[in-house]
């Protein structure tokens, strides 16, 4: 039996990564654009409401507001939401920028400036995933590309017990724990 070259082989995993990012790229985007038609069908109805009202009130001067006001929600929302994002994909692999998009999607995040999002994205988010990893929740893998940069990956981490020993130790832990 012939082995395979090594080169060929990083080559085939390599594709095979990017066919999945590519996948799921798309779906997040089939998902922003469905919530954009949303929004759009949204703001006519309201538009044609205050000109019902007042017909002298043009929609379009009024300026847009965010109202994003510096939290996700009740406590440990963020951590829940990107929970879902990686159980909904699992047990596929996830690039980091891609649960950052659907995250943004999910809590209507806008940031005005770069700084601004990389102060999240380093802060609040990448601090998330990695106390998700600490809590053996999640794990990441690293993969150099080809231009030399290094991408992010993660998934949910497989909770079942490899071994009769592990099965045990969970046991007598869980045993303990309620005494």
């Known amino acids: 039996m012939k082995q395979t070259p090594s080169a060929l082989k990083w080559l085939a995993e390599k594709r ?4 999945n ?12 654009t469905e ?62 920028s891609n649960i950052a998009a659907l995250i943004c999607a999910k809590f209507g995040l806008y940031f005005l400036t770069g700084a601004l999002r990389k102060h999240w ?10 106390r998700l990893e600490g809590d053996g929740l999640v794990e990441h893998e690293r993969s150099s590309e080809l231009d030399g940069t290094e991408t992010a990956r993660w998934r949910l981490k497989d909770q079942s017990s490899g071994t009769l020993a592990d099965l045990a130790r969970s046991a007598t832990r869980a045993s303990a724990a309620a005494a």
């Open 35 to 96: 919530k954009a038609d949303a929004l759009e069908s949204d703001l006519a109805a309201l538009d044609r409401s205050l000109r019902l009202y007042d017909s002298r009130i043009d929609p379009n001067s009024i300026e847009s507001v965010n109202g994003w006001k510096g939290s996700y929600g009740k406590r440990g929302a963020l951590r829940e939401a990107v929970l879902e994002v990686l159980e909904e994909y699992s047990p596929e692999w996830m690039t980091t």
């Open 21 to 32: 990012d590519l996948e799921q790229t798309r779906k997040i985007a089939a998902e922003l």
């Open 16 to 19: 095979a990564r990017l066919a």
């Open 121 to 130: 994205y380093t802060g609040s988010f990448r601090g998330t995933l990695k």
